[in-house]
């Protein structure tokens, strides 16, 4: 996760029944509630926690009061899952809204929704919502200390066709006081299961699809597999793809890619599990090992170590072409696949911001600047491509550039990112406030360099780093519009305080 450093929740009915039979809390036996993940045009996959091991079953239906013949699968909870149930179904039909519940016993779950992927050939208008980051663990009060979850209900609320929980879904190292670390499976297990005793979150899993991907808390902050060993990361697989209804390969990690008719396709990348080692090491941790060297001496009186040389070996490991954010086969599926990609709008789910924005770059694309350079080669050829991006505990819209503060000026590749989030930790502003051990710091950085055009800043068209919330994205054969929202559901407000003026992506 970036970390601080810059110098300078009941579901309300839906309209015609559509969300009629959910329940607004957890049923007794059922406590965490239902979820469906991987949802496409004619298959999705259905998730439950059992109150008990043994047999339970699933009906599915496209009636709300299951009227008819429902589908009906069968299944079996066991002690090595923590009785977390994954039951695929297939041969539904694409668009169409389909609820769902399990039943063991004399117990009956909450009832779930969701609407399956239009067909490739249909120009359906798409709505979602995407946020990340959230930590649930208790303060010294026995509460969640940090909120209880609202940008997860709001984001049920907005009644769309799926919703994207993206990265850090828990804190297994969380910075709240006292908190052990979580490094073995039923660690991390019990820390889904403090998340997943929020409304919010179960209303949200409950609501639509969700599409949940991790980063890096899943494993331990800033994970590596070549840092911090193949335990830990069998660990982390294990727990998330028990809670959360997730296709995992070996292979290619957690990518994959989903279609939702002609007008979009999304594509997840995994950035956990193939990458490099980070170049902190060779770098000496320096504070802005890539900012040009002029930009360093302007800041060496606040930060004298910035007017020392950066060393040789820090940018010839940054720049080696040999490191690698993605491993070698997910980057040519995905090459391949995004290329061949006929979807009008084309949209990235990405962990890390691939933003230059300089601070510590070690856990961004920043940081592995040949394979970044790769990626921005093949994507700035395509039309409608946007990135969606978590991880920053902030809300931030830019044209990723290839270069921003650099002599010459500023080259721009035409893509855009939107940052969004977080659900529930400390927002970058606040964490650069208790960096520099001053209240306000973090909204004065954000005004000062963050808003300002190159040559003195990075010219963001919205950067607010204290504030709780979400995007919210609407596709048509139109536009693609993602509008930053807060945890109540109102736009975001930035370092001008003004409304973030939501992205408009246009086909061509």
Known sequence: M????????????????????????????????????????????????????????????ANARFRGLPIVRQARARAADDRTVRVPVAALKPGTRYWYRFRQGTSVSPVG???????????????????????ATPGANGRPAYNRYETYGRMAR???????????????????????????????????????????LRQLRAAAGLYSH??????????????????????????????????????????????????????????????????????????????????????GAIAPDLAKPVPQACLDTIDDPERTMLGAAQEAAFVKAVRASTATFKVIVNEVPLLQMYALPYDRW??????????????????????????????????????????????????????????ATNTYGKEIDGFLGAPGAGALVTGLFFKPPPPSGLGLTCAATDTYGYAEVEVTAARLTVTPKTAAGGRVVDATGRPCAPLVVRPS
Request: some cysteine; charged content about 20%; proline content about 6%.
């Open 2 to 61: 970036l970390r601080v450093v810059v110098v300078v929740l009941a579901l309300s009915a839906a309209a015609g029944g559509a969300l009629s039979g959910l329940a607004p809390g957890a049923a007794p036996g059922f406590a965490e509630g239902v979820a469906a993940g991987e949802v496409g045009p004619t298959e999705a996959l259905l998730w439950t926690r059992a109150p008990r091991t043994g047999a339970l079953r699933l009906e599915l239906s």
């Open 113 to 135: 929704t969701f609407v399956t992927a239009p067909g490739p050939t249909t120009a359906a208008r798409v709505r979602f919502a995407v946020s990340g980051d959230a930590d």
């Open 158 to 200: 907005e009644r769309n066709d799926f919703n994207i929980n993206l990265g850090d879904t828990i804190y297994s190292d969380s910075e709240v006081g006292g908190a052990a670390v979580a490094r073995t499976i039923p660690a991390k297990w019990e820390k889904y299961r403090l998340g997943l005793a929020l409304p919010a």
């Open 214 to 299: 991790w980063d890096d808390h899943e494993f331990v902050n800033d994970f590596s597999r070549a840092e911090h060993g193949d335990a830990i990361y069998r660990a982390g697989v294990k727990a998330f793809s028990d809670y959360a209804p997730v296709r995992y390969s070996p292979t290619t990690g957690l990518y994959r890619t989903f279609r939702w008719g002609r007008l979009l396709e999304l594509f997840f990348l995994d950035e956990r599990s193939f990458r490099s080692a980070k170049a902190t090491a060779p770098c000496g941790n320096d504070l802005a090992p890539t900012a040009p060297a002029a930009v360093r001496a302007g800041f």
């Open 366 to 423: 920043e940081g592995y600047a040949a394979a970044r350079t790769r990626i921005l080669d093949v994507l700035e050829g395509l039309q409608g491509v946007v990135v969606l991006t978590t991880d920053t505990h902030a809300h931030l819209i830019g044209e990723i550039r290839r270069s921003t503060l650099e002599p010459g000026g500023p080259v721009g590749t035409g893509i855009f990112e939107v940052v969004t989030g977080p659900v």
